[in-house]
């Protein structure tokens, strides 16, 4: 093994925030449940609309455990709802129509939505109710961006780039608010806030920044991991949107010096993208499991990285508890 001053540079924080946490924990606790209590023969502990959080290996993992995933409400069968088998909707929010539609066919829902997603459910509520004409920057098709949007989608237009402000025809008598998705980060909305602002002077900001904590923090991480690096690799699903930013800040921090790998888990790296680098910067978007890290970690110790430091910018302290129905349940330990 080669031990010429290869070494790792490991971001923290990295990988779960709060909202993750919170959700995994939510359909854990309700198969915790169901297995002590026991449930109608043939029918799934919990059923689970879209990805709980955007990552395959937490989904999978939670599928064996034998939970159900389902794309929309109609898959979730008559027999499980009659049954009061809870369905639960992800971190990533839903909009009105669905809990509609719950509340329809009578389901017992427990909500895992980060609480942070709420807030911004809820801002646009408050603003719609004050005459205001809300612009939302977002990813088109992203799970948070589709519940936010369902709030009113008469009221609130969805935005990606600046390019897209072009579009928007607003007179100046009308009261503008912006909001944001989440998991965007201050400098990726920078370009398109400015251009709202320009085109729309009048435009009134959020009360406080709807840009998550956990967003911020990693970003801010891997910044400071990519100075340090020769190449970075964060470990990540493809539609998680936080990881694929955490790539694209990796990159622009490496400018041409190097290039920013997104992974799955220690069998997507390449050998190859290590041709000639000292220095190996590693980080998770929020809704990885650490174990994912230190297989990528064990992985390139196994290539001779075998040094190892911490980039560390804030030590964070945030919990959110369990909906309320689940409190009084013996909570699992954190995966």
Known sequence: MVTD?????LADPRGFCAGVDRAILTVQTILRAAGRAGR???????????????NRHVVEDLAAQGAVFVEELAEVPDEAVAAGIPVVFSAHGVSPAVKAEAAARGMHVVDATCPLVSKVHREVLRFVREGYE???IG??????????VGESPEHVHLIEHAADVDGLDFAPD???VLLTQTTLSVDETAGTIAALKARFPWIAMPPNSDICYATSNRQAAVKLVAERSDCVVIVGSANSSNSVRLVEVAQEGLGARGTAHRVDDAGDLDPAWFDGVTAVGVSSGASVPDELVSGVIDALQGMGYTGMSTVETIRENMHFVLPAELRSARQPSRP
């Open 139 to 148: 990813h088109r098709g992203h799970d948070e961006a589709v519940g936010v």
């Open 40 to 54: 109608p023969a043939g029918l799934p502990p919990v059923y689970v609309r879209r990805q709980i959080v955007h």
């Open 174 to 176: 009308t009261k503008l």
């Open 5 to 9: 001053g290869r070494r790792i540079v």
């Open 134 to 136: 809300i612009i939302y």
